[in-house]
Every structure is written in C-alpha cells, then in structure tokens.
C-alpha cells in the first residue's frame, strides 16, 4: 500500500488539468452550436424554431450520464463506430453544453427590448443585418453572467466523465484512493480542488450579474428623467 505523497498530490494536480481543459473545449465547440441554435431559436420559420426547440428539450430532458453513455456506448452498438474516452466525453459534454448555452443565449435574444428590434426594421435592415448590427452586440452583455454560471456547473459535472474511464479529476481521486487506501484524505482535497477553480467563478457570476442590474436601473432611471424632461 503506497502513502499518499507528492507523486499522488501532482497526479491530482493532472486530473485536474484535464478537467479544466475538457470543461473549456466543451464551452467552446458546445458554445460554437449554442450560438447556432439559439439564432436558429428565434428565426422567423417556425418549423426551425421548432425543431430547435425539440433539440434542446431533448438534451436538457435527459441525464448527462445518459447522453455519455449513449455517445460512448451507443454509437458503437448501432453504427458499428466505437470512440476512445477523450473523443466521447467531449462530444457528449459539447452536445449537454450546446443545448443550456442555446437557450440561455436565446433568452439573450429575446431580453433585447423589441422597440430596438423594431426600430432597426424601421431603418429598413434586413433580418441578419438587425441580429448583428443592434441585437446581438446587447445580447452579449445579457448572456455573460449565465453563461459564466453555466461554465461552474459544467466544470462540476465532468466529474460524471470517470464512469466511462476518462482520468480527470475525481477519476484520478478514485485511482489514488485504491492505491493508498486514504480516501478521506483524497476526497477532500479533490473537493478543494473543485472549490478553488469554481468559487472565482461563481463570484465573477454574481459580480457580473449585479453590474449588469445596476447598469439597468441606471439605464431606466436616465430614461425616465429623459422622459420628464
């Protein structure tokens, strides 16, 4: 039975670094199809939004635990194509990603008020044309703290990963803890180790979430006075 020292420590320290980096390129790819849906969510044709619609209700209607096992195990047992851990997990956690980041950012959207929707039309712009001229660049700002909150859940749900044996950070807990036999001194530090990359997180949300009322009230308060006036 091995102690747990600092080969065990560093090696904790590894599995943590793949969960940072599968978390990051789960936003990216999941965030590059998040953006696709959530456009395609508020596109005039309503088969699309409603097949964009099915799409997201079907990924947050289901476990992510499913979604994996159905990538990693699935794919392989219907279509005769069978993925290593690494390829799984990031295809699996990109398409849980796209679906919660397609409909916060829809919400986004939708947040814009529709006088800047319609006023943009009045100055005859075409659809995509208010989208990247007026809409968007407000939405942006509204999606950020979500999207920052999302991001912490993500990071804490790739945890689930070690079920189909990719090595991050509570995988490699799992392995230090058969090899010293010393899991109550694993499990907690594998915990603080998920606690110092998300509270940052967590507080740059909630930073961001208050800025962003605040710059409404201003916002608001200088409306009404414009009104007044």
Known sequence: MRQFSTPEFFFL???LQWTIVLSLIALAVGGAFGFAIALLRVAPQRAVR?????????FQGTPVLMQLFLVYYGLGVFFGLRLDPWTA????F?????????????????????????????????????????????????????????????IKSTAIASIIGFVELTRAGQLMTNVTFQPMTIYPLVAVFYFLVCWPLSLASRRLERRMDLRRVTSGALAERTIAI
């Open 89 to 92: 997990v990031t295809v699996g």
């Open 94 to 154: 990109a398409l849980y990603a796209s679906a919660f980041l397609g409909e916060i950012w829809r919400g986004a959207i939708e947040a814009v008020p529709r006088e800047q929707w319609e006023g943009a039309k009045a100055l005859a712009l075409g659809y995509w044309q208010v989208m990247r001229l007026v809409v968007l660049p407000q939405a942006v700002r509204i999606a950020i703290p979500p999207t920052v909150g999302f991001l912490v859940q993500l």
């Open 13 to 15: 320290l590894k599995g």
């Open 50 to 58: 409603l097949i964009t619609s099915g799409y997201i209700q079907l």
